[in-house]
Nanobody
Framework: QSQLVESGGGLVQPGGSLRLSCVAS????????IGWFRQAPGKEREGVSC????????TYAGSVEGRFTISRDNAKNTVYLQMNSLKPEDTAIYYC?????????????????WGQGTQVTVSS
């Protein structure tokens, strides 16, 4: 079974940047989508961004569009989330997610594997 290990979280001031990484123990080229979700205290887990394996098509939540960029390096079995212009409302635990399907959705039920999560805190 594939394992996902995230890194790159931390504390950053508003307007700052962070880059999250997710290393997959299995291949990320096996035609399932992979992406990022986040969960803030007291809120439900929500989809942030996703990238498909076949075409590299990317999707973003409206709240992060234009500020976050997802990318992948198949040779390293790694997916990245570059987060710029961070806001306090981006504070959450960010989870790497490997889907059961080849297309990107924002649905938790479409995810087959989760990483352990990495904390992102945006505060002055």
């Amino acid at each position: 079974q594939s394992q996902l290990v995230e890194s790159g979280g931390g504390l950053v001031q508003p307007g700052g940047s962070l880059r999250l990484s997710c290393v997959a123990s299995g291949f990320i080229r096996d035609y399932v989508a992979i992406g990022w979700f986040r969960q803030a205290p007291g809120k439900e887990r929500e989809g942030v961004s996703c990238i498909t394996s076949r075409t590299g098509r990317t999707t973003y939540a409206g709240s992060v569009e234009g500020r976050f960029t997802i990318s992948r390096d198949n040779a390293k079995n790694t997916v990245y989330l570059q987060m710029n212009s961070l806001k306090p409302e981006d504070t959450a635990i960010y989870y790497c997610a490997r889907y059961r399907i080849s297309t990107c959705t924002a649905l938790v039920r479409d995810v087959g594997n989760w990483g352990q999560g990495t904390q992102v805190t945006v505060s002055s």
